[in-house]
């Protein structure tokens, strides 16, 4: 396999999750209801008693008892649903690629945000805490409180966050949003 | 990084969803017992009688209920495979020369120490389509300069690549510290 198809392929899944633990949860429940049937099935063949209930009783059980079949069914239909939203939801990871002719690269959105919080901060001159950046999928949010009384250039903000975003080219893109709230903080 | 075929573990889900609605639509069917359509004969409720539980029915539930079983903890012991220890194996003609990913680890750690920004490196190696892979996990400060520590891996890759005497595909996944600096955001201003 030639190195960029395998970087394509291990960034690809790098930004889904597996389902792994999803399948084994639910294989886990099918295991253990299916080897109580099988046990049960098998105590009855050989004429044995049953361990908590034989198969016998137990549609006999619904067949004289039907008022119980509705919430059965409507529990079956609702596992049944949310494993197949679970199989065909996208379930992606927040993540963003980074083109590099040298690495396969992968950033959490946590840490693409730090990367813009850096560039915004030394730009607008404020404290660690008087700022925020976050990153979702296709935008990001940067934003700053000025301290009172000491202007932050929004133009030159958004000017270096788009640097930073122009320089990484994080892929899906991504499109910057800086607001400088109104009013400012006192102190430093 | 593994090798989960993640294509069957969807197909996996969609099927025992499948199954469950299945159950469900074939109790419900015994609740409507008696009637033979609903909503003024909307729909139509088959009559259905379940076989007798003679002994041959019971072995054959029994049986496939192992087959199910056993499919199926073959399948969940087998989920997460794909790591591997050894980054090169060379078998040449007077000898062999393999090279354990704990070495390349060492290096691309101490290459990474210096940077101010890398909090922690964890590099583990995949086997990825029957090729050796590694992959670096670092984890940036709050508020890391991204591109320095990617020219950082990029760079130690580099050197690696010039000691092993040949490329090997680097997967690097960035990740944040989970708590920011404490010590850096308290200190006195």
Known sequence: MNESKLYRRVQRRSLHRSRSLAVIVALSIVVLVLVFVAIESVLEALGQGPMVVSPTDATAFLDTNPQVAPSIAAGAAVLGIILIVIALAPARLGRHIIPNERLAIVVDDSALAGALLREARTESRVSDNRIRASVTRRSARVSVTPTSGVPVNAGRTKSVVDAVLDDLSPKPGVRANVTIEKSGAVGS | ?189
């Open chain 2, 1 to 189: 990084m593994s090798r989960s075929n993640r294509v069957m573990n969807r197909i996996i889900l969609v099927l025992l969803g499948i199954v469950l609605l299945a159950v469900a639509a074939g109790v419900a069917v015994v609740g409507f017992e008696g009637k033979t359509s609903l909503f003024g004969g909307a729909i139509v409720v088959p009559d259905v009688t379940l076989p007798k539980a003679t002994s041959a029915v019971l072995w054959i539930i029994a049986a496939s209920a192992a087959v199910v079983v056993i499919l199926a903890l073959a399948w969940i012991f087998t989920r997460g495979r794909g790591r591997t220890s050894t980054l090169v194996d060379l078998r040449l003609a007077d000898g062999e020369i393999a090279v354990d990913v704990d070495f390349a680890a060492d290096l691309l750690d101490d290459a990474l120490k210096g940077t101010h920004d890398v909090s922690a490196t964890h590099v583990r190696g995949y086997s990825v389509r029957s090729t050796p892979t590694l992959e670096v996990r670092v984890v940036a400060r709050r508020g890391a300069d991204l591109r320095g520590i990617i020219d950082a891996v990029a760079l130690a890759t580099t050197r690696l690549d010039l000691v092993l005497e040949q490329r090997i595909p680097v997967l690097l996944h960035v990740v944040s510290a989970v708590r920011p600096d404490r010590a850096h955001e308290n200190r006195a201003r």
